[in-house]
């Protein structure tokens, strides 16, 4: 069973420029959410979609969207980046919402997207 | 808010002893979830254990177990017979009804032979 697959592993850009991640989630998980890993922040969270509506959003600038394909697949899209967006972007996928609080809620991380800005 | 705490930036301990990773969480809530996942260099987040609110039993998983302590707000974990492939970075994780995943800052954890 392939697991949470994030692409591109790396990528390198420079302030001001834009940046789309892709993720693909476990086959038959339908929901997806989306992490920021800093070493000064830590981890934090971005939005969740599931069924192609965002269901859940953290608190991050407007700069930072997402959206969800009928085939459960999610891209991140961040817009005029700034230094401070270098970080491990983390794509996770459950089965149902991360709220259900039903023994399904566990999340799957993939390896994440390392974003580099210069 | 709702927050978070791990205590031990780092920890270090021998090959085959044990050693328990601290962290407390503040919520109002009464439903949610905790966890501990693990990250390696890799960078792969991999779940180590899970522990619903509501249950008393502490949930274990192999050599690793953790001590919840709801009145308290704590979350410990224990691993026993620590192995090198332990060795990563530990995060505790609350998860509360309606919202998503909130992290602690993480525990470095080194295995030595």
């Known amino acids: 069973k392939a697991g949470v697959t994030q692409t591109p592993r790396y990528l390198i850009k420079t302030r001001g420029q834009q940046v789309t991640l892709s993720c693909s989630p476990i086959?038959?998980?339908?929901?997806v959410s989306w992490y920021q890993q800093t070493p000064g922040q830590g981890l934090q969270f971005l939005f969740e979609?599931?069924?192609?509506?965002?269901?859940n959003k953290g608190n991050f600038p407007g700069r930072f969207s997402g959206r969800q394909f009928s085939n459960s697949r999610s891209e991140m899209n961040v817009s005029t980046l700034e230094l401070g967006d270098s970080a491990l972007y983390l794509c996770?996928?459950?089965?149902?919402?991360?709220?259900?609080?039903?023994?399904?809620?566990?999340?799957?991380f993939g390896a994440g997207s390392r974003l580099t800005v210069l | 808010a709702q927050t978070v705490t791990q205590s031990q930036p780092e920890m270090s301990v021998q090959e085959a002893e044990t050693v328990t990773l601290s962290c407390t969480y503040d919520?109002?809530?009464?439903?949610?979830?905790l966890f501990w996942y693990k990250q390696p260099p890799s960078r792969q987040m991999i779940l180590v254990i899970r522990?619903?609110?509501?249950?008393?039993q502490n949930a274990t998983e192999n050599r690793f177990s953790v001590n919840f302590q709801k009145a308290a707000k704590s979350f410990s974990l224990k691993i026993s017979d620590s192995q090198l492939g332990d060795t990563a970075m530990y995060f505790c994780?609350?998860?509360?009804?309606?919202?998503?995943?909130?992290f602690g800052k993480g525990t470095t954890l080194s295995v030595s032979s």
């Open positions: 979609y599931f069924s192609e509506t965002q269901r």
């Open positions: 919520t109002s809530e009464n439903n949610y979830y």
């Open positions: 994780a609350f998860m509360p009804a309606g919202t998503a995943l909130i």
């Open positions: 996770a996928s459950s089965l149902s919402l991360n709220w259900a609080l039903s023994g399904a809620n566990v999340l799957t």
């Open positions: 522990q619903e609110a509501y249950k008393q």
């Open positions: 086959s038959g998980h339908r929901s």
